[in-house]
C-alpha cells in the first residue's frame, strides 16, 4: 500500500478561513468561522486524499530562532483578532476529535516542522502533500512532494509541483528561496534587496542561479542603478534568503509512524459538530450511535392497563416518553409512574380511558415531580388532559446549576448528576422512517427506568441549588415560566394564510421582474440562480475584477458581490434577488409547512433550557427570527394576526434593557444620569466620546456611539468593532478607550467582574443565575480572553433576560387579576406580544407598562414602548 503523509500548516489555514468567512457564532456566543471553514477544508482533505499518515503543525509563539538573525523578522504584523483567537482551542478540539496528530516546537516555525518531516517522509518512500496559505512552502516541492496552496479563500487550491513552479515562475523549487531573498516578503517582514520585485529576481536568477552567485557576479549584472542596489544590500540579499530558507533539520520529536492515521472517532466529531452548531456537518458523519447498545440492570415494575386510583399517590415521579423532539406533533409512546406505591408503566390508551388517572392529573394537590413540564403539560393538553401540580422539573433545576452544558434531553441530565446514563436514541427506538416499537415489557422497563431516576436527581439537584442560592430562581422564576409558555406554545398564534399565499406571489412577481431588469442589464438570458453562470456573465462578459475563486469557477458568495456593488449596477439587483428569494423558501415557505391544519396556526417552541444566558430561543419555527431589516422581510408580520374578531395584536419591548442594567450593574455615574434624565443614550455617548455639544452630534457619530454602546456590552474588540463601522482597527481601538475614559464606572466593572469570576469560576445576574467560566484561568492567553469578555457580557444579558422573565410571569398574574380575555402569544428577546380584544386596549396601555417597568427595580428606570394594530406588522 502506498504511504502518504499530509501535513497541513495550522495557522495559515485556520487564519485563511477566518477571512475568507464572515463572523459566525454558535448558540453560545462562541465564533466559529475559522473552525467551520478549517473543519470543510479538512474533510475536503480527508476525502481527497486518504492519508495513511498525518500531522497538523502550529506556530509555537512570536519568537523564534530566526528573530536572532533579525530582530523586526514579521514585524509589523496586526495583532491576531480575538475573534479568531478564542476559536484555537476549538480547532484543536476538533483535530483531536479527528484522531489527529498535531505538533508545535519552541523558537521554530510550523514551517520547519512540516520540512523538517516531509523530509523524512521522502526519504521513507512517501508521497508529501502539504497544505498551507503560505507560499514560502512552495520550496519543499519536490517530484514526491506537492505543496497545496490555498487562493483567495479556503475553496481553490493550487498544486505546486516542481513542474508547476518552472511553468509559473521559469525558476525551480529549489530557487524559491532565492527570489525571496533579493525580493522580499512584506508579509514576513523580510527586508530583500530595496527596488527590486518579482520580476527582476526571476530574471537576476534565470541568469545567476543563486544568490550567492549573483553576489560574487555583479559586474555582469546589466544596469547601472541595480547593480548599486546590489552592491549596497549584498548582507541584506544573504540574511533575507537566510529568513526565507526552511529549516528541514528541526529538532522535531515526533516519528513517522506515530503519525498513522486511522480515522475520526465519529461520537466526538458528532458531539463537537453539535456544540458548535455544524448543523449542515453532522448530516455528513455518522456518528454510529445505533450500533450502541448500554446493559442496565434489571427492574421490576408492573404495566397497568386498568388504572385505578390507589396506585395515584399525594407525590409521583411522572416521566412522559415521546416519540420525536417535537412535542407539538409527536404521539406520547406511555408514560412511567413511581411512588411509595410502585413502579408503574402506563400505556397511552391505557392513560386516556381512565377517568381517574385525569382527575389526579388535574388535582394540583398531587405533587408530580417531572422532566420537562413544558413537553409533559402540553404532550397531554393534546389529549384533553389538564396536568397541574407539577412541582419539580429536573430539566430546568439541571440546566440552572450549569447551564453551560445544554442538557437537551434526559440521558444527558442524568449524566450531569452522576447517574447511569440512558440514552433517549438507544436501538429500541431506530431512528425516521425505520422507527418501530419493540414489545411493550421492553420500552415499559426502558420509560420506567427513566421515572426512577427522577427521584434521585429531584434530591441531587435540590442540594445544589440550595448551595448555590438558586431555590428562589428556579421556585418563582423558572418553574411558573414553564406553566406560562406550555400556555403561550398550545394558544399559538393565528396565520392569515391567504396573506402568506399573496404575499408569495408578490414575491415570484418581484423576482422575476429583477430577473428581467439583470437580462437585460447583462444582455442575455441565463440560470441567475446558478453560481456557475451568473460567475461567467460577472467576470468573463462583464469582466469585473474576480475576488475570488472556487473549485467550480467564480465565487459568487454574498461578501464578494458586497465587494463588487459599486462597480456595476446589476450587482445590487442580484443580491436583492438572493435576499427576496430566501424570503420566499425559508419564509413564506417554511412557515405555509408549519400552520396547523386544523386551527390555522403555528405553535413554536420556547427553549427554556439552552442558552448560558438565561434567553428563551424559539424554534419549529422559529419566530423570534423574523426579518426585520428588509421591508419585504417586514412584511410578512402582516401574515401574524389576532385569532378572534375586533382584537388586535399588541407589542410592549423594553428600551435599552441591557444599556439600562449596565448602568445599574456598574454604578456609573454620567450613565446612571443620563438614564434618570431619559436621555438619548446614544447621542450622550457620541457627546463624551466625541467632546461635542449636543446640537454638534452628527448621525454618524450617533451611529458610531450607538455602536460602541452595544459592542462594550458584549465584550467586543477593536476588531469586532472596526468590522461593525467599516473603519481601521486602530480607530476602534481609540474609540473604545474614549468611552471607557467617558464612563469609568463601566472600566471598573469590566476588570472587577473579571476578576471575580477568576476567583469564584463563575458570574451570576441579578437574580443569582450562574454561568461557569473555568477557562477564565486559562494558561492560554487566547482561551482566556474569551473567557473574560464571557464574563464581562453575561451578567449584563443574563440579568436582562431575568428580568423579561418576570415580567411574563407579573404580567400573566394581573391579566388573570384584572379578569382580562387579553392573551401572551410571544416572547421576541425584549419584547412581548400580545393579542388583545379592542374593549381592553385602553387597559393593556397602562397595565403591560406599569407592570414591565416594575419588573424588577433598578438604580434607573426601566422603560417600555407600546404600539398595536390589526397585524404584528402593524404593532411596531
Not at 468561522?33 to 478549517?38: I, L
Not at 530562532?65 to 483578532?81: I, L, M, S
Not at 424559539?618 to 401574515?639: H, V
Not at 456598574?666 to 443620563?674: P, S
Request: aromatic content about 8%; proline content about 3%.
Amino acid at each position: 500500500m502506498e504511504k502518504k503523509l499530509v501535513l497541513i500548516d495550522g495557522n495559515s489555514i485556520a487564519y485563511r478561513a477566518f477571512f475568507a468567512l464572515p463572523l459566525l457564532n454558535n448558540d453560545k456566543g462562541i465564533h466559529t468561522n475559522a473552525v467551520y471553514g478549517f473543519t470543510t477544508m479538512l474533510m475536503k482533505i480527508l476525502q481527497d486524499e486518504k492519508p495513511t499518515h498525518l500531522l497538523v503543525a502550529f506556530d509555537a509563539g512570536k519568537t523564534t530562532f530566526r528573530h536572532k538573525t533579525y530582530g523586526e523578522y514579521k514585524g509589523g504584523r496586526q495583532k491576531t483578532p480575538p475573534e479568531l483567537s478564542e476559536q484555537f482551542p476549538f480547532i484543536r478540539e476538533l483535530l483531536t476529535s479527528y484522531g489527529i496528530s498535531q505538533y508545535e516546537l519552541e523558537q521554530y516555525e510550523a514551517d520547519d516542522i512540516i520540512g523538517t518531516l516531509a523530509g523524512r517522509a521522502e526519504k521513507d518512500g512517501f508521497i508529501v502533500k502539504i497544505y498551507s496559505g503560505d507560499k514560502d512552502l512552495t520550496q519543499l516541492s519536490s517530484p514526491t512532494t506537492t505543496v497545496c496552496i490555498t487562493k483567495k479563500g479556503i475553496s481553490e487550491i493550487e498544486e505546486y509541483t516542481p513542474e508547476h513552479i518552472q511553468e509559473k515562475y521559469g525558476i525551480s523549487a529549489e530557487q524559491i528561496i532565492d527570489m525571496k531573498g533579493l525580493m522580499g516578503d512584506s508579509s514576513d517582514n523580510i527586508p530583500g534587496v530595496p527596488g527590486v520585485g518579482e520580476k527582476t529576481a526571476i530574471k537576476l536568477l534565470k541568469q545567476f542561479h543563486s544568490v550567492e552567485n549573483l553576489l560574487t557576479s555583479i559586474d555582469e549584472v546589466s544596469g547601472k542603478k541595480l547593480k548599486e542596489k546590489l552592491e549596497t544590500n549584498k548582507d541584506l540579499a544573504k540574511m533575507s534568503k537566510e529568513l526565507a530558507t526552511i529549516m528541514r533539520q528541526a529538532p522535531v520529536q515526533v516519528t513517522l509512524d506515530s503519525l498513522k492515521y486511522d480515522g475520526p472517532d465519529d461520537q466526538k466529531v458528532y458531539q463537537i459538530f453539535k456544540e458548535l452548531g455544524f448543523n449542515s456537518l453532522l448530516e455528513k458523519i455518522n456518528p454510529h450511535y445505533e450500533d450502541v447498545q448500554e446493559k442496565y440492570e434489571e427492574i421490576q415494575f408492573d404495566i397497568v392497563h386498568d388504572i385505578s386510583s390507589e396506585i395515584l399517590l399525594d407525590e409521583s415521579f411522572l416521566y412522559l416518553e415521546m416519540l420525536y423532539d417535537n412535542y407539538h406533533v409527536a404521539d406520547i409512546v406511555g408514560l412511567g409512574l413511581v411512588n411509595e406505591k410502585g413502579r408503574y408503566f402506563l400505556p397511552l390508551e391505557s392513560v386516556l380511558s381512565s377517568s381517574e388517572f385525569k382527575e389526579w392529573a388535574s388535582d394540583e394537590d398531587k405533587k408530580k415531580t417531572v422532566y420537562d413540564a413544558k413537553r409533559t403539560i402540553i404532550g397531554l393538553r393534546k389529549h384533553d388532559i389538564d396536568l397541574k401540580g407539577i412541582n419539580f422539573d429536573v430539566l430546568i433545576a439541571s440546566y440552572l446549576i450549569n447551564p453551560s452544558e445544554s442538557p437537551t434531553d434526559f440521558s444527558e441530565v442524568a449524566k450531569l448528576h452522576g447517574e447511569r446514563t440512558i440514552r433517549a436514541d438507544e436501538i429500541i427506538y431506530g431512528k425516521g422512517a425505520k422507527l418501530k416499537l419493540p414489545e411493550e415489557q421492553v420500552y415499559g422497563e426502558h420509560i420506567v427506568r427513566k421515572a426512577v431516576k427522577l427521584e434521585n436527581l429531584k434530591e441531587k439537584c435540590i442540594e445544589e441549588l440550595k448551595d448555590n442560592d438558586q431555590l428562589e430562581l428556579f421556585y418563582d422564576l423558572e418553574m411558573p415560566l414553564a406553566f406560562i409558555l406550555s400556555e403561550m406554545e398550545s394558544t399559538g398564534v393565528q396565520v392569515d394564510v391567504e396573506r402568506l399565499k399573496h404575499m408569495g406571489i408578490e414575491l415570484k412577481e418581484q423576482l422575476k421582474n429583477i430577473e428581467d431588469t439583470v437580462f437585460e442589464l447583462v444582455g442575455e438570458k441565463f440560470n441567475l440562480n446558478s453560481p456557475k453562470q451568473l460567475g461567467v456573465i460577472l467576470f468573463e462578459k462583464l469582466k469585473l475584477p474576480v475576488i475570488k475563486k472556487t473549485k467550480t469557477g467564480y465565487s459568487t458568495s454574498a461578501d464578494v458581490l458586497a465587494k463588487l456593488e459599486n462597480q456595476h449596477e446589476v450587482i445590487g439587483h442580484i443580491l436583492h434577488y438572493r435576499q427576496l428569494g430566501k424570503l420566499q423558501s425559508t419564509y413564506i415557505e417554511g412557515l405555509l409547512k408549519v400552520v396547523h391544519q386544523d386551527t390555522g396556526k403555528v405553535h413554536t417552541r420556547f427553549n427554556q433550557a439552552l442558552t448560558q444566558t438565561g434567553r428563551l430561543s424559539s424554534t419549529d419555527p422559529n419566530l423570534q427570527n423574523i426579518p426585520i431589516r428588509l421591508e419585504e422581510g417586514r412584511k410578512i408580520r402582516q401574515a401574524f394576526i389576532p385569532s378572534e374578531k375586533d382584537w388586535v395584536i399588541f407589542a410592549a419591548d423594553y428600551s435599552q434593557i441591557e444599556l439600562r442594567v449596565l448602568a445599574h450593574i456598574a454604578k456609573d455615574e454620567k450613565l446612571v444620569q443620563a438614564f434618570k434624565a431619559d436621555m438619548d443614550i446614544h447621542t450622550k455617548t457620541a457627546m463624551d466620546v466625541f467632546h461635542v455639544e449636543k446640537e454638534e452630534v452628527t448621525a454618524n457619530m450617533r451611529r458610531q456611539a450607538k455602536a460602541v454602546n452595544f459592542g462594550i456590552v458584549y465584550g467586543i474588540s477593536d476588531f469586532g468593532l472596526s468590522q461593525n463601522l467599516g473603519i481601521t482597527r486602530k480607530e476602534a481601538g481609540q474609540f473604545i478607550e474614549q468611552y471607557f475614559a467617558s464612563f469609568p464606572g463601566v472600566k471598573e466593572y469590566m476588570e472587577e467582574i473579571v476578576s471575580e469570576a477568576k476567583q469564584k469560576g463563575f458570574v451570576t445576574t441579578l437574580l443569582h443565575r450562574r454561568r461557569y467560566i473555568p477557562e477564565i484561568t486559562s494558561r492560554n492567553f487566547n482561551v482566556r480572553s474569551f473567557a473574560e469578555r464571557t464574563a464581562m457580557n453575561t451578567p449584563i444579558q443574563g440579568s436582562a433576560a431575568d428580568i423579561i422573565k418576570k415580567a411574563m410571569i407579573d404580567v400573566a398574574k394581573r391579566l388573570k387579576t384584572e379578569n382580562l380575555q387579553s392573551r401572551l402569544l410571544l416572547q421576541v428577546h425584549d419584547e412581548l406580544i400580545f393579542e388583545v380584544p379592542e374593549n381592553e386596549i385602553e387597559k393593556m396601555k397602562t397595565i403591560i407598562p406599569e407592570v414591565m417597568e416594575h419588573a424588577i427595580e433598578l438604580d434607573v428606570p426601566l422603560k417600555v414602548d407600546y404600539s398595536y394594530g390589526p397585524t404584528w406588522y402593524d404593532a411596531k
